[in-house]
C-alpha cells in the first residue's frame, strides 16, 4: 500500500486528485488549512485521514510528514489563480516559502519515491506558438512568476538535495467541481439560465483539457521512472479561440449565448 499526501485539496485540482485516489487501496491523506472548506471533496473519505496544517508552519508541517510518512506527495496548494486573489504578499507565502517549507521537510525523510509539482502554463507567458517543455519561461502575470519560482525550488531540491521530484505545467482546465469564475463553468452557466456573459477578447486562444486528463496524467507522471527535476506540460496540444468554444458550445447544446 502507497502512502500518498495531497497538500491543496480543497482546490479543484487537489480535490479531483483526492476523490479518485479516495477509490484506490492506498493510504491517501489530504493536507489542508484550518476553514478550507471541503465541499469538493467525498465525504467518503475518513475525517482522520484530513490533516489540517498550515504549510507556512515549518514545525507543524515537519511533524505531520514525519507521523504521515508520505511515499508519494501530490503539491496542489497554491495561491493566485484566481481573479479575486491579489495579495501578492500571500502568492510569495505560499507558492515559495510553503513550497520550500514542504521540500526542506521532505529531504529529512528518507523514504520519498516523488513529489509531484504542479505548475501552471502561466509559467511560460503570452506565446503565438504551441508552447513545448524546452521552451524558456517568460511568465508575464505575478501568479505566474511566482509558480515559475515554485518550480525552480522544486528542482533545487531535485539537483542538490536529489529529491525525486516530477513537475508539470497544467494548462487550460474545466469540469467536475469547477467554480465561478472559470470560462467554461461561466459561459454553462449564462447558457442555462439565459444570463449575459461577458466576454474581454473573443480572439484569446486557450489550451483546454478536461479534469479528468490531467488526473490520468498526474497519476501516470507520478509513476514515471524520469530523471529528477523533469518538466511536463499537460494540454492537448490544440488551441481554441474564445469565439470558437464559445460556437463548439452553442452547437453541443444547441443554445444560444448572450455575449
Given at each position: 500500500?502507497?502512502?500518498?499526501?495531497?497538500?491543496?485539496?480543497?482546490?479543484?485540482?487537489?480535490?479531483?486528485?483526492?476523490?479518485?485516489?479516495?477509490?484506490?487501496?492506498?493510504?491517501?491523506?489530504?493536507?489542508?488549512?484550518?476553514?478550507?472548506?471541503?465541499?469538493?471533496?467525498?465525504?467518503?473519505?475518513?475525517?482522520?485521514?484530513?490533516?489540517?496544517?498550515?504549510?507556512?508552519?515549518?514545525?507543524?508541517?515537519?511533524?505531520?510528514?514525519?507521523?504521515?510518512?508520505?511515499?508519494?506527495?501530490?503539491?496542489?496548494?497554491?495561491?493566485?489563480?484566481?481573479?479575486?486573489?491579489?495579495?501578492?504578499?500571500?502568492?510569495?507565502?505560499?507558492?515559495?516559502?510553503?513550497?520550500?517549507?514542504?521540500?526542506?521537510?521532505?529531504?529529512?525523510?528518507?523514504?520519498?519515491?516523488?513529489?509531484?509539482?504542479?505548475?501552471?502554463?502561466?509559467?511560460?507567458?503570452?506565446?503565438?506558438?504551441?508552447?513545448?517543455?524546452?521552451?524558456?519561461?517568460?511568465?508575464?502575470?505575478?501568479?505566474?512568476?511566482?509558480?515559475?519560482?515554485?518550480?525552480?525550488?522544486?528542482?533545487?531540491?531535485?539537483?542538490?538535495?536529489?529529491?525525486?521530484?516530477?513537475?508539470?505545467?497544467?494548462?487550460?482546465?474545466?469540469?467536475?467541481?469547477?467554480?465561478?469564475?472559470?470560462?467554461?463553468?461561466?459561459?454553462?452557466?449564462?447558457?442555462?439560465?439565459?444570463?449575459?456573459?461577458?466576454?474581454?477578447?473573443?480572439?484569446?486562444?486557450?489550451?483546454?483539457?478536461?479534469?479528468d486528463d490531467v488526473i490520468d496524467a498526474l497519476l501516470?507522471?507520478?509513476?514515471?521512472?524520469?530523471?529528477?527535476?523533469?518538466?511536463?506540460?499537460?494540454?492537448?496540444?490544440?488551441?481554441?479561440?474564445?469565439?470558437?468554444?464559445?460556437?463548439?458550445?452553442?452547437?453541443?447544446?444547441?443554445?444560444?449565448?448572450?455575449?
Amino acid at each position: 500500500m502507497t502512502s500518498i499526501l495531497i497538500t491543496g485539496a480543497g482546490g479543484f485540482i487537489g480535490a479531483n486528485l483526492a476523490n479518485k485516489l479516495s477509490q484506490s487501496k492506498n493510504d491517501v491523506t489530504l493536507l489542508v488549512r484550518k476553514k478550507t472548506d471541503l465541499w469538493r471533496v467525498n465525504h467518503e473519505i475518513s475525517k482522520s485521514k484530513i490533516k489540517y496544517v498550515d504549510i507556512l508552519n515549518k514545525k507543524d508541517l515537519f511533524n505531520k510528514i514525519k507521523e504521515i510518512k508520505p511515499d508519494v506527495v501530490y503539491h496542489s496548494a497554491t495561491y493566485g489563480i484566481h481573479p479575486s486573489q491579489k495579495d501578492y504578499e500571500n502568492a510569495i507565502r505560499t507558492n515559495l516559502i510553503g513550497t520550500n517549507n514542504l521540500l526542506e521537510s521532505l529531504s529529512r525523510y528518507n523514504d520519498l519515491q516523488k513529489f509531484v509539482n504542479i505548475g501552471t502554463a502561466f509559467e511560460y507567458g503570452s506565446k503565438k506558438e504551441p508552447l513545448k517543455e524546452t521552451d524558456m519561461p517568460n511568465p508575464r502575470t505575478f501568479y505566474g512568476i511566482t509558480k515559475n519560482a515554485q518550480t525552480n525550488i522544486s528542482q533545487y531540491f531535485a539537483s542538490e538535495k536529489n529529491l525525486p521530484t516530477i513537475s508539470f505545467r497544467i494548462f487550460s482546465t474545466y469540469g467536475r467541481y469547477d467554480e465561478p469564475g472559470r470560462l467554461i463553468s461561466d459561459l454553462m452557466y449564462s447558457m442555462i439560465n439565459k444570463t449575459k456573459v461577458n466576454i474581454t477578447s473573443k480572439n484569446t486562444v486557450r489550451d483546454l483539457i478536461y479534469i479528468d486528463d490531467v488526473i490520468d496524467a498526474l497519476l501516470l507522471g507520478s509513476r514515471k521512472k524520469s530523471p529528477v527535476g523533469e518538466i511536463f506540460n499537460i494540454g492537448t496540444g490544440k488551441g481554441y479561440s474564445l469565439k470558437q468554444i464559445v460556437e463548439i458550445l452553442q452547437d453541443i447544446t444547441n443554445e444560444k449565448l448572450n455575449i
